[in-house]
């Protein structure tokens, strides 16, 4: 018997991918795709440092495109 709370990897976050990548794109470095996928804590962190000096920015990009970006609910935004 499984856990209610535990995550499989048929679940997927009801954001929208596309806007999560589009976000990144063109805002990533002030944090404005963290804090659409609920993620507010390393959002105002990203705002604060330049999307922590660009570099967190561009990872993000790379997990994202990946399919590993994961909500604040621990569930992957699919693209």
Do not use: C
């Amino acid at each position: 018997m499984t856990s209610p709370n535990k995550v499989t990897d048929t679940q997927y976050s009801e954001k929208n991918g596309i806007i999560l990548l589009l976000l990144n794109l063109f805002l990533g470095y002030i944090g404005i795709h963290r804090f659409y996928a609920g993620k507010t804590g390393t959002g105002i962190i990203y705002l604060f440092t330049g999307g922590l000096f660009v570099f967190g920015a561009w990872y993000d990009l790379f997990v994202m495109l990946r399919g590993n970006f994961k909500d604040s609910h621990g569930l992957k935004i699919k693209l």
